[in-house]
T-cell receptor, first 112, second 116 residues
Framework: SQQGEEDPQALSIQEGENATMNCSYK?????LQWYRQNSGRGLVHLIL?????REKHSGRLRVTLDTSKKSSSLLITASRAADTASYFC????????????FGKGITLSVRP | GAVVSQHPSWVICKSGTSVKIECRSL??????MFWYRQFPKQSLMLMAT?????????EQGVEKDKFLINHASLTLSTLTVTSAHPEDSSFYIC????????????FGPGTRLTVT
């Protein structure tokens, strides 16, 4: 079954605005990762946050993790038209032979 | 670095035939590779985990006799869809994890399979 659930499912913003996407999950995790997928293409790894971390930055990306609420957020600041894509959170369970479980994804449209 | 390729990028085949998809890690060794399928506007569903030199571990509901996975080397894994049917039409994506590396997975560009 799906572990991560993102919201909103679709987001449309103006270029220059910030985009915030949320992800909730159900069980204990080792880490949570965010990926981007352009239409019909493979996934690009954006950022990984470990279960003992609360916030992480990478360029215009800021990820937070609240393990007590089992939720994460991805903030893209000063969005650009090129940020238009689908964004997925993926959880990596605690334990050996870890594997990723993806959420349903968020479709972000950035209007120029 | 950490580039994963897939071949072919798209394939059309007739119902009943078999199709092989290759996944290669180009500049790193991957002890573990993963195979996913993705239907239009949906998420990725893990099909199987492939470890070099051993049998793949399939997810519940995935037929191992239909989706044959071979991970013969540290840089190559193959997925063969046997006796393909139209319902097997999908986007198949592989990923690889660095040998001895962290938890990140590096994804291939995907293979679009259409079964007519």
């Amino acid at each position: 079954s799906q572990q991560g659930e993102e919201d909103p499912q679709a987001l449309s913003i103006q270029e220059g605005e910030n985009a915030t996407m949320n992800c909730s999950y159900k069980t204990s995790i080792n880490n949570l990762q965010w990926y981007r997928q352009n239409s019909g293409r493979g996934l690009v790894h954006l950022i990984l946050i470990r279960s003992n971390e609360r916030e992480k930055h990478s360029g215009r990306l800021r990820v937070t993790l609240d393990t007590s609420k089992k939720s994460s957020s991805l903030l893209i600041t000063a969005s650009r038209a090129a940020d238009t894509a689908s964004y997925f959170c993926a959880t990596d369970f605690t334990g050996a032979n870890s594997k990723l479980t993806f959420g349903k994804g968020i479709t972000l449209s950035v209007r120029p | 670095g950490a580039v994963v390729s897939q071949h072919p990028s798209w394939v059309i085949c007739k119902s009943g035939t078999s199709v092989k998809i290759e996944c290669r890690s180009l500049d790193f060794q991957a002890t573990t590779m993963f195979w996913y399928r993705q239907f239009p506007k949906q998420s990725l569903m893990l099909m199987a985990t492939s470890n070099e030199g051993s049998k793949a571990t399939y997810e519940q509901g995935v037929e191992k006799d239909k989706f044959l996975i071979n991970h013969a080397s540290l840089t190559l894994s193959t997925l063969t869809v046997t006796s393909a049917h139209p319902e097997d039409s999908s986007f198949y994506i592989c990923s690889a994890r660095l040998a001895g590396g962290g938890y990140e997975q590096y994804f291939g560009p995907g293979t679009r399979l259409t079964v007519t």
